[in-house]
């Protein structure tokens, strides 16, 4: 199955219209069956969701309304067939003629299933379009509506059911990755659920499912988009609009012309695009100890892999980085040498410029490992301390997507 990277920008065109299946499908595989199969795997998601928001719209439509839903999808499915297919016969060789007609028809696809999506916003007076996060694996299918501390259990026609399970496997870049979903259907708390659920949500039309953005609605207690919907951890709040929250991590405070923010696992991607000067920073939670403040450890990554680090302590004073000792795994670094301290009235920060030593041995051993000890220390001449852990797992993946944007643009 190929796994599709879903990014959203806020750049002046939408990323779904510009987003290229082809060479998202050839990256993954050079072989030629790879890609159809791909190409083809795709189309179907996209056909099966155009057919169940036509479908759900006709519910709610009678008369010339329903007559003419009904005519403008037979003409876009006329027109897409008409305007893609005729490449088979103007580009050669046939393979790439294949290819190329797919796409376009990939492409035509996204465009109407955008269409049909503003159509569910206007006309769906019912209230079945629920918006909240969708999480599919071992032991999860679990959606969860935004404001609600609730799960529910996703049920319905299999082929539905499935169709949505097998979308959220082509995006999700990683286990259990929480992404948006838009779906129809209703709730029912009677109705028996796993253990950890408070009912099932019967689906009827899988509207939307994607990848977070700061935009998206938020669970109870959340200040932004979830890194996981099945636990109570505190999430990271992303934003770019006060300059002063990020002084020594980035260059410039103008209005980023393009901003992409991508989630892999408990790791949250912010990549901009700020006068053709292009930044990305990658963000994880340190979780402390009980109702101890939060920590955050922040990676920037420039062009030519360039990379500096930040350690955000809240509500806390630490006086020196010989305080603070890093371990990757059961490598302990110790305390980072030329590394930085700020404290101010919202805490500490620890920053770690770029260097030979982040390059050489730091980096690559957090990109190998598995998870990230930080211990704070009483005093300098203390062996033990506060313990600070976040998780290393999608590290690497963030860091190539960071650099595909710094690097080449997406």
């Known amino acids: 199955m190929a796994v599709f990277l879903l990014v959203t920008g806020v750049s002046s065109q939408s990323r779904a219209q510009s987003y290229n299946v082809l060479k998202e499908c050839a990256a993954l595989s ?15 998601l996209m056909d099966g969701n155009i057919s169940d928001i036509t479908s759900f719209l006709a519910e709610s439509l009678s008369g010339e309304a329903l007559a003419g839903l009904e005519s403008s999808q037979q003409a876009f499915v006329e027109y897409r067939r008409q305007n ?8 050669s060789p046939r393979i790439e003629a294949e290819q190329i007609a797919k796409n376009c028809l990939a492409t035509m696809s996204q465009q109407r299933l955008q269409e049909l999506r503003a159509l569910v916003s206007a006309e769906d007076t019912t209230d079945q379009a629920q918006r909240g996060f969708y999480v599919y694996g071992a032991d999860r299918n679990s959606f969860q509506p935004c404001g609600s501390d609730k ?29 948006h979903a838009v779906f129809a259907g209703t709730m029912d708390s009677d109705s ?51 300059p ?25 991607v912010d990549c901009t695009d700020t006068n053709g000067l292009r930044v990305c920073t990658l963000r994880v939670e340190l979780a402390g100890e009980a109702e101890a403040p939060g920590a955050w450890l922040s990676m920037v990554r420039r062009k030519q892999q360039v990379t500096e680090l930040q350690v955000t302590f809240e509500e806390r004073e630490i006086d020196s980085p010989a305080r603070i000792r890093w371990t990757v795994d059961a490598l302990n670094f110790g305390d980072i040498v030329g590394s930085e301290i700020r404290v101010d009235d919202a805490g500490t920060r620890q ?8 390059r050489d041995e ?13 211990d704070v220390l009483a005093t300098v001449d203390d062996w033990v301390g506060e313990d600070y852990v976040g998780t290393l797992n999608g590290l690497t993946k963030a860091t190539r997507f960071a650099d595909q944007f710094v690097d080449d643009g997406l």
């Open 362 to 374: 730091l980096l690559p051993m957090m990109l190998e490992g598995v998870q990230l000890r930080l």
């Open 151 to 179: 799960r529910f259990w996703l049920e319905g026609d299999n082929e539905l059911v499935n169709r949505a399970q097998q979308l959220y496997l082509s995006i999700a870049s990683s286990d259990l990755q929480v992404l």
């Open 84 to 91: 893609c297919l005729w490449y088979l016969e103007f580009s």
């Open 244 to 268: 002063t929250d990020q002084e020594d991590l980035s260059l410039s405070q103008d209005e980023p012309q393009e901003q992409l923010i991508a989630y892999f696992g408990e790791w949250v």
């Open 351 to 358: 920053l770690v410029p770029a260097s030979r030593f982040v």
């Open 30 to 44: 050079p072989l030629l069956d790879d890609i159809h199969a791909c190409l083809d795997n795709y189309l179907d």
């Open 192 to 242: 028996q659920a796993p253990q950890g659920h408070a009912g099932v949500f019967k689906l009827d039309a899988l509207i939307e499912l994607r990848v977070p953005t700061e935009s998206d609605c938020r669970l109870p207690g959340e200040v932004a988009a979830p890194a996981s919907l099945l636990t109570n951890q505190a999430t990271a709040e992303i934003t770019t609009s006060d």
